[in-house]
């Protein structure tokens, strides 16, 4: 593959639509910096649900987060006392990020760059550990360049922990109510299917005026761990995890799975 089509399996439309007023969607979803900053401080393990436990202890750890959106989770990180870097496209998010470390009083290496673009000249194997989380791998319509570039940005020995949605419930079911009692399933996906999916941004729902789309392509489970083991990463563990906001929601389906690798 040349650098031309190496960029192109970002799909440029989605670049569009996350450049858009994320930084005001952000503010309606977690509130000012300052208040996030606040809630994150108090709990900053706690913050990082699922995450905390892959990643390990983060002190002393030089973290990259790929896809890092609004950065609360790399804020977390470095309270905790990690050296972190993100990387994210998205200007708006850059500034909603940059405002919550310097509330929470920590440094933050925010990189505003398509993250198959990014410059490694000073990146390049100096990472611990490299992650990625929920709503990432939909992005890319071939998986091998995104993980070069996990390969790339960690040091041998460097842990990779990918975060993401679980095919079996983007996929395969779709659901229907809001509470436990009336919530209705259907199994009427493709699991296989290969074609591009236009949905509403994830920060749609909090941002005004039209909503902002992007174009996914879902991939299975197997396609996931199968891309990662054939770019030169071994994969130490595979964790299916189900809906972790309630006991009883959505009981025995798979929500999001947390693949860990290393270099
Ligand atoms: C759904 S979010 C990821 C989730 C994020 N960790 C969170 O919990 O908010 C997707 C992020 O990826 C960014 N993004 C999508 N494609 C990208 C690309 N090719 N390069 C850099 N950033 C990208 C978007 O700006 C957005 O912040």
Redesign the pocket.
């Given at each position: 593959m040349n650098n031309q089509e190496q960029q192109n399996v970002?799909h440029p439309f989605?670049?569009e639509a996350?450049n858009r007023e994320t930084y005001e969607a952000w503010v309606q979803r977690f509130g000012t910096p300052d208040e996030a900053a606040d809630r994150i401080g108090k709990q900053p393990l706690k913050s990082l649900s699922v995450l905390g436990e892959a990643i390990g202890d983060p002190a002393g750890q030089r973290i990259m987060n790929l896809?890092?959106?609004?950065g609360s989770?790399a804020v977390a990180l470095a309270l905790l006392g990690a050296s972190v870097a993100v990387?994210?496209?998205?200007p708006g998010?850059q500034r909603y990020a940059l405002e919550l470390a310097e509330a929470a009083g920590v440094p933050l290496d925010y990189v505003v760059?398509?993250?198959?673009k990014l410059d490694m000249t000073t990146l390049a194997g100096t990472f611990d550990i490299v992650f990625a989380?929920?709503?990432?791998l939909h992005?890319f319509t071939d998986l091998t360049p995104f993980l070069n570039v996990v390969q790339t940005l960690l040091a041998p020995g460097g842990r990779f922990v990918l975060r993401d949605f679980h095919p079996v419930s983007t996929k395969l079911i779709s659901s229907r109510g809001t509470t436990a009692k009336i919530r209705k399933h259907k199994v009427d996906g493709d699991y296989f299917d290969t074609s591009l999916e236009e949905q509403e941004a994830?920060f749609a729902k909090y941002a005004e005026g039209e909503s902002p789309k992007v174009w996914l392509r879902k991939w299975n489970l197997g396609e996931i761990v199968t891309a990662v083991a054939q770019n030169s990463l071994s994969i130490s563990r595979l964790d299916e995890e189900p809906n972790l906001s309630g006991d009883s929601f959505d009981k025995g389906i798979p929500k999001t799975f947390t693949l860990i690798a290393h270099k």
């Open positions: 970002a989605n670049e996350w896809m890092g959106s609004n989770k990387v994210d496209f998205s998010n760059s398509d993250v198959l989380e929920m709503g990432i992005y994830s």
